[in-house]
């Protein structure tokens, strides 16, 4: 079982004295596990102290982890490899497409209230490291999201590029780290590994939370940027690599539920590896390799704690609950994730992913593979079982997508080291075969429903464009937004909640849903926003008492919706 740890590295070079690196640094996340506990028992100076080290921390590991991979990128290209870095790139452009722009992008109402949630975070001393907000999940993820937004302002652009930066960075560092561990195995690992990258948007749900943006994508992400990490560890055995996978487990413990999975997968890694640094060494070479197993055992103790903390003390007990009929779903579901659009959670890869999963769960592939399997059985189970805070189990597919990256790696690593045994011909075939399914698969996903006639996009571009034309509203007639009132008439249901959107835009401003146009006009003292959105036509009430409208917004080709009024009234 810790055969694949054997041979790790350890910090050390051969004929150079021992160092006390990794001891250091086993201590230091030791430490950073009791601060956990301490800021949690005590509150105070604790938890300011534990925050400014997390957001530090998570800040360093994104920072760090762009500007290696990217300088890995141009190394290549420095190289004559160019096919790699090039998928990698392509792979940057169609997550990043459309950012900032209404008509592909949109503001999605849970985003807006999550990086609210985080801003206003950052107004405590501690920015609420122990404490929940949105739907009772830790706000310090929010607090750490929210810092894009504290810097460059608040807008669609900055909360795109914000998920989008997460994302990207987590793939590149996945890909940094897979062609590292893949080089013992093929002569151009880079392209190998970009195409197991490629290989994660084969799922539909992946792909579609790199357009939605908002926490459900940060599960996906995570997990490459663990799977990233932690291969770079393996290999490479460098301190830095040791400080980015124990931040990264860390922030898996302490986020929105799916990401408790790939901590606890994490975890386990490391009590492998620390175990295969010592097995079977002799006394004489033994220093070296429980050094390292010492911080191995350090970093898990730290995520364990993180984790236990979040699950067992902080998050909202219904995030975990098991849904009291979710068992009646089970079997449908597990097959509908595997076949059906748009909710699909493999599609390019259902029956390779049925084939993995059948060949290790039958004890034909390694003992990891069994592991792995079982693991990713699990995850797709309990994402259906676990009710969650919305309590709908048969809807929340989307908690299983840490699963993707894993599998996704898994497969890729046993048709590349395989794909040796085979004559050049077959093995060309395999890779063409390989290429093709990842290319067909994309293109599928990108003109699929999920995009082109999916109702919530159509939901969200609304909300946004009416988002905008309230600031524009603000900031063109010089209002002050404390003492500002939105009332808001709508007669369509889904476009209702405008008020979570500004939650981010404008949180300091009171919002109002008008259920009849009839309404004392005396509401507040202070200054009025009326917007009126319609599928047929303003009540000739709101009009009388508010007055004509002053800005008239087409919201589709369809005239469905139609925002007839934006007026500004001085009590």
């Known amino acids: 079982?810790?055969?694949?740890?054997?041979?790790?590295?350890?910090?050390?070079?051969?004929?150079?004295?021992?160092?006390?690196?990794?001891?250091?640094?086993?201590?230091?996340?030791?430490?950073?596990?009791?601060?956990?506990?301490?800021?949690?028992?005590?509150?105070?100076?604790?938890?300011?102290?534990?925050?400014?080290?997390?957001?530090?921390?998570?800040?360093?590991?994104?920072?760090?982890?762009?500007?290696?991979?990217?300088?890995?990128?141009?190394?290549?290209f420095k190289n004559k490899r160019y096919i790699a870095p090039v998928?990698?790139?392509?792979?940057?452009?169609?997550?990043?497409?459309?950012?900032?722009?209404?008509?592909?992008?949109?503001?999605?109402?849970?985003?807006?209230?999550?990086?609210?949630?985080?801003?206003?975070?950052?107004?405590?001393?501690?920015?609420?490291?122990?404490?929940?907000?949105?739907?009772?999940?830790?706000?310090?993820?929010y607090a750490f999201l929210a810092i894009p937004s504290l810097v460059f302002g608040k807008s669609l652009l900055v909360l795109n590029v914000?998920?989008?930066?997460?994302?990207?960075?987590?793939?590149?560092?996945?890909?940094?780290?897979?062609?590292?561990?893949?080089?013992?195995?093929?002569?151009?690992?880079?392209?190998?590994?970009?195409?197991?990258?490629?290989?994660?948007?084969?799922?539909?749900?992946?792909?579609?939370?790199?357009?939605?943006?908002?926490?459900?994508?940060?599960?996906?992400?995570f997990t490459m940027l663990a799977i990233g990490c932690f291969f770079s560890y393996l290999r490479d055995g460098k301190p830095a690599d040791a400080v980015r996978l124990g931040i990264v487990g860390g922030f898996l413990g302490a986020m929105y539920t799916p990401g408790l999975a790939t901590a606890g997968l994490l975890a386990a890694a490391l009590v492998f590896k620390a175990i295969g640094a010592v097995s079977g060494r002799s006394r004489k070479e033994m220093k070296p390799y429980r050094d390292s197993a010492f911080l191995d055992l350090g970093l898990c103790l730290y995520i364990v704690v993180v984790t236990g903390i979040s699950v067992v003390l902080l998050r909202e007990k219904s995030s975990l609950t098991i849904g009291a009929t979710?068992?009646?779903?089970?079997?449908?579901?597990?097959?509908s994730i595997l076949t059906e659009d748009p909710y699909g959670l493999f599609r390019g890869l259902t029956i390779v992913a049925i084939a993995y999963l059948l060949l290790s769960l039958a004890g034909i592939l390694t003992v990891y593979d069994v592991y792995l399997s079982i693991w990713?059985?699990?995850?797709?189970?309990?994402?259906?079982?676990?009710?969650?805070?919305?309590?709908n189990s048969y809807v929340s597919i989307q908690r299983a997508t840490p699963a993707i990256p894993v599998l996704v790696s898994a497969v890729g690593y046993h048709v590349i080291s395989n794909s040796k045994r085979l004559k050049n011909f077959g093995k060309w075939i395999a890779w063409?075969?390989?290429?093709?399914?990842?290319?067909?698969?994309?293109?599928?996903?990108?003109?699929?429903?999920?995009?082109?006639?999916?109702?919530?996009?159509?939901?969200?571009?609304?909300?946004t464009r009416i988002v905008r034309e309230i600031k524009r509203a603000i900031k063109e007639n010089g209002l002050d937004r404390e003492n500002l009132t939105l009332l808001y008439y709508v007669d369509n249901v889904y476009?209702?909640?405008?008020?979570?959107?500004?939650?981010?835009?404008?949180?300091?401003?009171?919002?109002?849903?008008?259920?009849?146009?009839i309404i004392n006009k005396a509401f507040k003292d202070g200054?009025?926003?009326?917007?009126?959105?319609?599928?047929?036509?303003?009540?000739?009430?709101?009009?009388?008492?508010?007055?004509?409208?002053?800005?008239?917004?087409?919201?589709?080709?369809?005239?469905?919706?139609?925002?007839?009024?934006i007026t500004v009234n001085n009590p």
């Open 1 to 76: 079982m810790v055969g694949l740890f054997k041979d790790t590295q350890v910090f050390y070079q051969s004929g150079k004295k021992n160092t006390d690196i990794p001891v250091t640094i086993g201590w230091i996340f030791a430490f950073l596990a009791c601060l956990e506990i301490l800021a949690y028992t005590y509150k105070g100076v604790f938890s300011i102290v534990a925050s400014w080290i997390w957001l530090a921390g998570m800040v360093y590991l994104f920072g760090s982890s762009f500007w290696l991979s990217v300088s890995d990128l141009v190394n290549d």
């Open 87 to 141: 998928l990698m790139i392509a792979f940057c452009v169609i997550t990043f497409w459309g950012a900032g722009i209404t008509g592909i992008r949109w503001v999605d109402y849970e985003a807006a209230q999550e990086i609210g949630a985080g801003l206003s975070s950052w107004s405590t001393p501690d920015r609420g490291y122990m404490s929940l907000s949105f739907w009772g999940y830790p706000t310090r993820q």
């Open 162 to 221: 914000t998920f989008d930066f997460i994302f990207i960075a987590s793939a590149l560092s996945m890909y940094r780290g897979l062609k590292s561990f893949l080089a013992p195995v093929m002569e151009s690992p880079g392209i190998g590994a970009s195409i197991i990258v490629f290989g994660v948007f084969t799922s539909p749900l992946v792909l579609l939370y790199t357009r939605v943006c908002e926490q459900a994508m940060l599960p996906s992400a």
């Open 326 to 335: 979710a068992q009646n779903y089970v079997s449908t579901t597990i097959i």
């Open 376 to 391: 990713v059985v699990l995850v797709i189970v309990m994402a259906v079982m676990m009710k969650g805070v919305n309590g």
């Open 432 to 463: 063409i075969l390989a290429c093709a399914a990842v290319a067909v698969s994309i293109a599928i996903n990108l003109v699929s429903p999920i995009y082109s006639k999916n109702i919530s996009k159509e939901r969200g571009i609304i909300q």
């Open 495 to 517: 476009i209702k909640n405008i008020y979570d959107y500004m939650k981010y835009f404008e949180p300091k401003m009171t919002v109002a849903i008008i259920e009849s146009p």
């Open 527 to 565: 200054d009025y926003i009326i917007a009126a959105i319609s599928d047929a036509t303003i009540p000739a009430d709101l009009v009388q008492i508010y007055g004509e409208p002053t800005k008239a917004v087409l919201f589709s080709d369809t005239k469905q919706y139609l925002l007839e009024m």
